[in-house]
């Protein structure tokens, strides 16, 4: 298949290995910050084809594992409600609030819908109005705009019974923070292809610059992060700290404008809770004023939400930030697994204790 | 679903019999060799390319009879219809099952019908049961079981996966793909004869059904007591199948097969069964994919196109479409 089969030949990953230990790179530590990564370094096993000195680890990339427990209730407690329907992405199907998960609240009777794309949301809406529709917005930029223009959709059809649940969250913003905050000495970035290909080369460059931190926009193919390890190596040994992009197939510097402006019609920044992390300014995005009618925050009168604290013995905040691996954490493996998650980087396709339960890890 | 198997049902109703965790149970009465099976259908839609709810019902009874290397002689059907159930569609699956049970030489021999209120049901579930016969030799059986696999054995897969739950999934959700994903769904019982007949050391048999290859290894790892060792690019998937699992993120190691079948042969019977096996119309892209091992017991390994190895597990739940 092209564009797949090219990035994965065993004789290109074999030569990229060659040249990653020739570069003779310094003990240095690569973050990557999307889950498709995540998933893709557990099961190409890019970990085992490294030398020793190259770290790899798991930065808060998955959407569904930074999304508070106080948003999960709150949707939770909109699933329960008689009259509402709710959809949402497969991912969020398993992943445990405080007391429950749409799994359960599904088993219990209450109308939960895997939907694919907003739009089949919006379509479930259209098809039945005797009902409230609310669709549960969870994903960084990548699934931002889709979700914006569905919104823009429903308001201009004015669709009465549509609303949407927005927790998105935006990435940039999260790397400040890691580097401000406390998280292990990152080296450099492995950057989320698909996030990139929204926003752009371009919106990594105060990262690059103000932290000095070498950044490579990676596509998700074996070749592609192999490729993109060894620039951000050759970057680390030359002293450099420059934003590269490997994944040149599908990202621009500038990024995709028309999807920059869907989202910028709907939504607007604002601060935002990360699972584990705590409050990030300006990283997530909520709806506009103008459109409030179709904010289901509005619409069912879901106020500001207290911070639930992780259940005891949970590392997902660590995890989350880099600074635990999920064989560090007490319950990784025998009181949390994918049958019975405690924490949400379980439970989570894209969660990186999920990618080492599955993948066997380091 | 495992843990609930081992400690609620095994626990309580466990025998020597279901003790050995095979798809069959195998007992004996008289000087027969018996093996019994049953399995519940409640695929959604109940049309798909390749089949329908009826024709699952009756292949996959008499692919677990298969995998005991049982013949399937004798199957019963059980219905659970929701009320309103419209009438041409009950009558085209029982059609499909009368085609079905004659391509696999089965007779039904007994039947239920019962009908629940609506929204008691999503249509209509079918329960199979059946009943075979072992080979016998001089008055021994010819065994197979998940529990017989030994190191050194070799790891033979009939052909390509993830087809019936790519067209399943496809069909369900409206997903339209260019070429057209069609269930493998058929009676593997004349492909695994032909086996049987060409090689006299065949240790295990399994279908990867739900749970796809990973499980069915999995759980033939852990019943034996032995480690599976297979090759990634040795693993057959169909150009449409898996243009699907890429697209919805899907790993088809995962994916449910309904006319597949995984044998586990001594060393010294191998190339006999492999043969045997491209010789038959359902196993002509039949290939060997690994071995077993001494160790780590009750594990898989994967060996990547890459040469690293990593750990295939168990699987949890369906595979769902991930989020971006």
Redesign the interface.
Known sequence: ?RH?DEY?D?EQ??KL?AAIREASPPPMTIMEVC??HT?AV????IR??LPQQVRLISGPGC??CVTPQSDIDAFLGLAARPGVTVTT???M??VPGSKSSLEAERARGADVR?V?SPTDGLETARRNLAKETVFFG???E??APGVALTLAAAARENVPNFSLYCVHKLIPPALSALLSGEAPAVDGFLLPG?VSTIIGTSAYEPIARDFHVPCVISGFE?VDILQSVLMLARQVKEGRAEVENQYRRAVTPNGNFAAQQAVEAVFEPCDSSWRGIGVIPASGLKVRQEYEAYDALHRFGISEMAEIPEPAGCLCGEVLKGRARPADCPLFGSSC???EPVGPCMVS??GTCAAW????GE | MA?LIDQLFLGKLGNPVLDQRDDSGVFQIGNSYVAFTTDSFVVDPLFFPGGDIGRLAVFGTVNDLACAAATPLYITSSFILEEGLDMATLEAVVDSMRAAADEAGVTVAAGDTKVVPNGAADRMFITTAGIGLLRTDSGRPYLVSGSLARPGDAVLLSGTLADHGMAVMSRR?GLAFESEIVSDAAPISGLVAAVLDACPSVHALRDPTRGGLASALNEIARQSGVCMEVEESAIPVG?PA??AC?LL?I?PLYVANEGKVVAIIAPEGADAALEAMRSHPLGRQAVRIGKVLESPAGRVHLI????????L?LA??EP?????
């Open positions: 298949m797949i994965r065993p990953v074999r290995v889950g498709t998933m557990g099961r190409y096993g085992q084809l959407p569904v992405f497969g991912d199907l398993r895997i694919y969870v994903g960084f990548t699934t698909h074996p697994t994918p049958a396709s894209e339960y599955h993948y066997g | 843990e959700e150009e898996r243009a890429e993120g790993d990547t196109p890459y040469g690293n190895r990593r750990i597990v949890h739940g769902l479409p991930r989020i971006c």
